[in-house]
C-alpha cells in the first residue's frame, strides 16, 4: 500500500495521474446509529478519510473501488460520486511531508504530492455490522467513529465529510438509499427510526408517514403480530417495480 500511495519514485510517474485524487466518505448504519469511518496515520495526530492517487490505467470508478480496498480493506460495496473539491489553494503539503517522513520516505521540494490537488469525492451507505476494516501499512487506526464525535480530520477532509453527509440526507428520498438498510418486510416507524438518524432530528409521525405513503413504492404486507392486534403496526416492503419507475422519474 505504501507503494502505491506515495508511489516509489524510482518507477515511471506515468503510473498515476498527478493532481487528481480520490476521498472516500463511508457512513456506517446500525441499531440507530450512523458512523463514519476514518483513518488515522501511524505516529502522527493525523486522522483522514480514506484517499489515494488514480492510475492511468483505470476509470474514477475503478480507482475509488481499489482505494477504498487498498486502504480499508472493504470491498464490493456501490460507491457514488458526489462532488468534486477544486480550490484553487488546495494544497497540503505540511501533513503530506509528516506522513513521508513517518514512512522513511524523504521527498524533495517539487515532490508532485505538494502540488495542488483537485478530489473527486465519493461515498456509500452501509450496515458497518457486516463490515469489517482492515489496516493498510501507513495507518494504525481504521474504524467506525460516531458523526457527532468524530476526531479533527487533515487536509479539508471535514468539509468533503460534511458535503457527503448532506449528499447523503438529500438522497433519502430522491435515490431511495436507506431501504437496502432494513430488512425485507419493516414498519413505517422502523423506516422514521432510520430517516431520524441520518437526518439527525425528529420528525412528525403523522406527517412522516403522509410523506413516505405518497411516494407509492411501498406494498403494505399485513399487521404485525406483536402487542394486541388493535395496536400492532403494519408491515410494508419496497415495491421493486414501482421503486424502479421512481427512481427513473426522479433521478
Not at 467506525?144 to 428520498?173: C, G, N, V
Not at 436507506?178 to 432510520?194: H, V, Y
Amino acid at each position: 500500500m505504501k507503494e502505491r500511495y506515495f508511489t516509489d519514485e524510482r518507477k515511471p510517474k506515468k503510473r498515476i495521474i498527478e493532481q487528481v485524487s480520490i476521498d472516500c466518505v463511508i457512513f456506517g448504519f446500525y441499531d440507530n446509529q450512523l458512523k463514519v469511518l476514518l483513518l488515522k496515520f501511524k505516529g502522527l495526530d493525523a486522522w483522514a478519510l480514506p484517499g489515494g492517487f488514480v492510475f492511468h490505467n483505470e476509470s474514477i470508478e475503478e480507482a475509488a473501488n481499489r482505494i477504498l480496498e487498498d486502504r480499508t480493506g472493504i470491498r464490493n460495496i456501490y460507491l457514488e460520486q458526489f462532488y468534486v473539491f477544486g480550490d484553487k489553494n488546495r494544497q497540503f503539503r505540511e501533513v503530506h511531508e509528516e506522513v513521508m517522513y513517518k514512512n522513511s520516505i524523504h521527498p524533495q521540494d517539487n515532490h508532485w504530492l505538494f502540488q495542488r490537488f483537485i478530489s473527486i469525492g465519493f461515498y456509500a451507505l452501509v450496515d458497518f455490522s457486516k463490515v469489517t476494516p482492515e489496516l493498510d501499512d501507513i495507518s494504525e487506526i481504521c474504524g467506525w467513529y460516531d458523526i457527532e464525535d468524530m476526531p479533527l480530520l487533515s487536509f479539508d477532509h471535514p468539509q468533503i465529510f460534511q458535503k457527503a453527509l448532506e449528499t447523503l440526507r438529500s438522497s433519502l428520498d430522491t435515490k431511495l438509499v436507506g431501504f437496502n438498510l432494513l430488512p425485507e418486510m419493516f414498519t413505517i416507524g422502523e423506516l422514521q427510526s432510520l430517516y431520524e438518524t441520518i437526518l439527525g432530528k425528529k420528525l412528525i409521525r403523522t406527517n412522516f408517514q403522509r410523506k413516505i405513503l405518497s411516494l407509492e413504492i411501498l406494498e403494505r404486507i399485513e399487521k404485525k403480530y406483536s402487542g394486541g392486534s388493535h395496536k400492532a403496526p403494519y408491515l410494508y416492503r419496497m415495491d421493486v417495480a414501482k421503486c424502479e419507475v421512481f427512481l427513473k422519474t426522479h433521478f
